[in-house]
């Protein structure tokens, strides 16, 4: 078991994922205008490939994503967003491994967990009215992201007292709220959210002092994959030449205890968590 996580097991839908080790979500934008992959998997059938090639690189979650939401993107309808995310999934939902839709729209939820979607991963951690009943009729896992602000203006003034408190408090509350509507603790996870209404020194902060969310007893989640951070520490301008750095990045994430990477380039990360937890072992000292 990861340090930090009061569970063994993260339970989504059908699946009871192991935390022994670090588990990899291969992330696949279905949008024109993703910060790294934008176009790459705008249709159906390029999806559907990229998808199984995750899985034979070892993904153990795919994470759809139909609504960009980097820093100054624009909201996505309804019908868009459906139109984008379900052919995908409903070619890919009987492949094995679990699927997890990224939106924050109580009725895409729904739809989504109704044609066999596993998990939800909301960067709005289910602050939509509907959304965390959405959750609690159903057995799916979630992951409850922290954002300050909105995608199209979060990263103009991020402001906090003690990010990692105020982060951490957040999270915790959203989880006792999800807990009381009868949602079991092992189909949790918490994400601090890199990126979303932090500058590089909140992100840094949040990285280095991850503990204090492990702390909270819920696996955490983290998705540091290509973002712009890396350029600021690296001078990387172009997204797709920040793998070296995306996979330091998750190594690091695990050693201070993440239990599940978020990234687009499974196989590399994949290898490399190998070569640590040979090396290191699984678990976090
Ligand atoms: N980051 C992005 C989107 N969803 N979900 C979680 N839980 N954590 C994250 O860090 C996270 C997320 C942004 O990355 P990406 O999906 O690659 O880009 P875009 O939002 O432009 O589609």
Not at 135 to 147: D, E, K, P, R, S
Not at 206 to 218: C, D, K, N, V, Y
Not at 278 to 285: L, N
Request: aromatic share 4%; hydrophobic share 45%.
């Amino acid at each position: 078991m990861i340090a930090g996580a009061q569970t063994d097991i993260f339970a989504c839908g059908n699946f009871s994922l192991p935390l022994h080790r670090p588990l990899i979500m291969g992330v696949i934008n279905i949008t024109p205008d993703s910060f790294s992959d934008g176009g790459d998997h705008f249709d159906c059938i390029r999806a559907v490939a990229r998808a199984k090639q995750m899985i034979s690189e070892g993904a153990d979650i795919l994470d759809l994503g139909g609504e960009s939401s980097r820093p100054g993107s624009a909201p996505v309808s309804l019908e868009e967003e459906r139109r984008r995310v379900i052919p995908v999934l409903e070619s890919i939902v009987g492949l094995g491994v679990p699927v997890s839709v990224d939106t924050n729209k109580p009725e895409l939820m729904q739809e989504v967990l109704g044609i066999g979607a596993s998990m939800i991963n909301d960067i709005s951690a289910l602050g939509n009215p509907g959304a965390a009943e959405a959750i609690a009729a159903t057995q799916a896992g979630v992951c409850l992201m922290h954002m300050q602000g909105e995608p199209d203006s979060m990263q103009h003034a991020p402001v906090y007292s003690d990010v990692v408190f105020d982060v951490s408090d957040f999270l915790r509350e959203r989880a006792r709220r999800l807990t009381e509507l009868g949602v079991h603790s092992a189909r949790i996870v918490l994400d601090p959210g890199f990126g979303f209404g932090k500058t590089h020194e909140h992100n840094l902060q949040l990285l280095r002092q991850l503990s204090t969310i492990t702390a909270l007893g819920f696996p955490v989640l983290t998705g540091l994959s290509r973002k712009s951070l890396l350029r600021r520490m690296t001078g990387q301008a172009d997204a797709k030449s920040r793998l070296g750095s995306s996979v330091a990045a998750a190594l690091v994430a695990v050693r201070n205890g993440a239990s599940i990477v978020r990234v687009h380039d499974v196989a590399e990360t994949r290898d490399a968590l190998l070569v640590w937890q040979t090396v290191v072992g699984p678990t976090v000292i």
